[in-house]
């Protein structure tokens, strides 16, 4: 009895502390060299460890034993936010997954992830069905309520089976809206919309260490809009996302920025200068974020409509000499061009030439172009080239606070502005800037045949 004790004493660590792992295969294999994994957490994704993709595509991770449950991260390639897919681990099983660059992520051993995968399954079948049913235009009443019962049962058996694991906390804040009775379509859409949130908690910290958060955010904000309507919608959708995360400051401000960068890449003016100036300027003033704090004001001040922030310049006389300027104070022309541009961009210098060629054809129009660059004795040299532009050096280049307060983020960049330097576009390049300079000149044109008297 005693010797079965003593050996039963010495295994019990091995039992209680196991060491799990990850293994996985990525297909097609030659595209894989490795797999990062990281652990997410609400702000940020913490680095854990890596492996090498062996020649068959197969990698394997050991887990440590205080590995910290939650959602994690693989990334396979760079970028890494591009690059990755996401997953639970508990620390209390082995993962064994496959990731298919045409296929997608799939689980051959994992309890958890195998759950929520059949579960995200289920629920795309039954929506098609419910899909199916409204596209029918059927009124079998017996056959709607068959649906919606089967998604109710769906849901109550996948809570009740991922009772005790980490993925019960996501089924449940993913509970859909079952209406009691019929419903049309409007009404039901109406229905999921008012009822998005009402399962979710912000505060909760698995839902906050994982994209759930971020993603549910983005797909009610984007997809509950009015397409006749789209900007007021976007911002209602952005004052109801508010008002449902409620008081937890850290979520919210990371939701906000998420939204913010959303829509300032989509160049969407209205919305991201409506989330900036409601919300989140006066939450990054309150964390002492001057970076996202000053790139919320530089956007808005480089938003079409706004009078373009204002810079120092030199301008060469009749006479050759140089007389120091500003912006503000230009005067002579129907329209100016502010033209971002680096003599180590091969774009910049293509489009600089056209540029040229097209300007030499056009009156009232100047062009100041300010180079972001390092070499001044480079760029001095190019200028000759193009006599007839404003030149400015912005030394410094990305830091430099012409191009900061401009919100350059790359070059060439373009601003047109009116007589006033008030913004009125932004073209994406030569051949766009080209149109809305003929457009222009087209709107300013007299007409050739005089307004008829009365």
Not at 431 to 438: C, D, G, T, V, W
């Given at each position: 009895?005693?010797?079965?004790?003593?050996?039963?004493?010495?295994?019990?660590?091995?039992?209680?502390?196991?060491?799990h792992?990850?293994?996985?295969?990525?297909?097609?294999?030659?595209?894989?060299?490795f797999?990062?994994?990281?652990?997410?957490?609400?702000?940020?994704?913490?680095?854990?460890?890596?492996?090498?993709?062996a020649?068959?595509?197969?990698?394997?991770?050991?887990?440590?034993?205080?590995?910290?449950?939650?959602?994690?991260?693989?990334?396979?390639?760079?970028?890494?936010?591009?690059?990755?897919?996401?997953?639970?681990?508990?620390?209390?099983?082995?993962?064994?997954?496959?990731?298919?660059?045409?296929?997608?992520?799939?689980?051959?051993?994992?309890?958890?992830?195998?759950?929520?995968?059949?579960?995200?399954?289920?629920?795309?079948?039954?929506?098609?069905?419910?899909?199916?049913?409204?596209?029918?235009?059927?009124?079998?009443?017996?056959?709607?309520?068959?649906?919606?019962?089967?998604?109710?049962?769906?849901?109550?058996?996948?809570e009740?089976?991922?009772?005790?694991?980490?993925?019960?906390?996501?089924?449940?804040?993913?509970?859909?809206?079952?209406?009691?009775?019929?419903?049309?379509?409007?009404?039901?859409?109406?229905?999921?919309?008012?009822n998005?949130?009402?399962?979710?908690?912000f505060?909760?910290?698995?839902?906050?260490?994982?994209?759930?958060?971020?993603?549910?955010?983005?797909?009610?904000?984007?997809g509950?809009?009015?397409?006749?309507?789209?900007?007021?919608?976007?911002?209602?959708?952005?004052?109801?996302?508010?008002?449902?995360i409620?008081?937890h400051?850290?979520?919210?401000?990371?939701?906000?920025?998420?939204?913010?960068?959303?829509?300032?890449?989509?160049?969407?003016?209205v919305?991201?200068?409506?989330?900036g100036?409601?919300?989140?300027?006066?939450?990054?003033?309150?964390?002492?974020?001057?970076?996202?704090?000053?790139?919320?004001?530089?956007?808005?001040?480089?938003?079409?409509?706004?009078?373009?922030?204002?810079f120092n310049?030199?301008?060469?006389?009749?006479?050759?000499?140089?007389?120091?300027?500003?912006?503000?104070?230009?005067?002579?022309?129907?329209?100016?061009?502010?033209?971002?541009?680096?003599?180590?961009?091969?774009?910049?210098?293509?489009e600089?030439?056209?540029?040229?060629?097209?300007?030499?054809?056009?009156?009232?129009?100047?062009?100041?172009?300010?180079?972001?660059?390092?070499?001044l004795?480079?760029?001095?040299?190019?200028?000759?080239?193009?006599?007839?532009?404003?030149?400015?050096?912005?030394?410094?280049?990305?830091?430099?606070p012409?191009?900061?307060?401009?919100?350059?983020?790359?070059?060439?960049?373009?601003?047109?502005?009116?007589?006033?330097?008030?913004?009125?576009?932004?073209p994406?390049?030569?051949?766009?800037?080209?149109?809305?300079?003929?457009n222009?000149?087209?709107?300013?044109?007299?007409?050739?045949?005089?307004?008829?008297?009365?």
């Open positions: 009895m005693t010797k079965k004790l003593l050996f039963l004493l010495a295994i019990l660590p091995s039992l209680l502390f196991a060491q792992s990850i293994k996985g295969t990525f297909s097609p294999a030659e595209e894989f060299k797999a990062f994994l990281y652990r997410v957490t609400t702000e940020t994704s913490i680095f854990v460890t890596n492996a090498d993709v020649e068959d595509g197969t990698f394997e991770i050991k887990l440590s034993e205080d590995t910290i449950p939650g959602t994690y991260r693989i990334v396979y390639a760079q970028p890494q936010d591009q690059y990755n897919f996401d997953f639970i681990v508990s620390n209390k099983e082995d993962i064994e997954l496959k990731f298919d660059l045409e296929q997608g992520l799939s689980f051959d051993k994992s309890g958890e992830n195998k759950l929520y995968s059949s579960y995200n399954r289920s629920l795309d079948l039954i929506n098609k069905s419910i899909r199916n049913f409204y596209n029918s235009g059927k009124e079998d009443k017996s056959g709607y309520t068959e649906i919606f019962n089967i998604l109710e049962h769906t849901q109550s058996e996948f009740k089976a991922s009772n005790d694991m980490i993925v019960n906390t996501f089924i449940k804040a993913n509970r859909p809206y079952v209406p009691e009775t019929f419903e049309d379509v409007p009404t039901l859409s109406e229905h999921i919309k008012s998005y949130f009402k399962n979710i908690d505060g909760n910290q698995t839902l906050q260490d994982s994209n759930f958060l971020i993603k549910t955010t983005l797909d009610y904000v984007i509950f809009i009015d397409p006749n309507n789209a900007d007021p919608s976007y911002i209602e959708n952005v004052d109801t996302v508010v008002k449902a409620g008081d400051p850290k979520i919210k401000a990371i939701l906000l920025e998420i939204l913010w960068n959303q829509f300032s890449v989509e160049a969407n003016v919305v991201t200068n409506y989330i100036s409601t919300y989140l300027l006066d939450i990054a003033r309150a964390n002492n974020n001057n970076e996202l704090a000053n790139n919320i004001i530089y956007f808005k001040n480089a938003s079409i409509g706004n009078t373009a922030p204002d310049l030199e301008i060469k006389a009749e006479n050759d000499k140089i007389k120091s300027s500003k912006l503000s104070a230009l005067e002579g022309a129907n329209n100016y061009l502010i033209f971002f541009w680096s003599t180590t961009c091969s774009h910049c210098l293509e600089i030439q056209q540029l040229k060629e097209f300007v030499a054809t056009k009156e009232d129009l100047q062009v100041i172009a300010i180079a972001l660059d390092n070499d004795y480079r760029w001095k040299d190019m200028t000759y080239d193009y006599p007839g532009f404003i030149h400015v050096f912005g030394e410094g280049k990305w830091d430099n012409i191009g900061v307060q401009y919100n350059v983020t790359g070059t060439p960049s373009y601003f047109v502005l009116d007589k006033d330097k008030k913004i009125i576009s932004k994406y390049d030569i051949k766009a800037f080209k149109a809305e300079i003929n222009l000149i087209i709107a300013n044109k007299p007409s050739k045949y005089p307004e008829r008297k009365q």
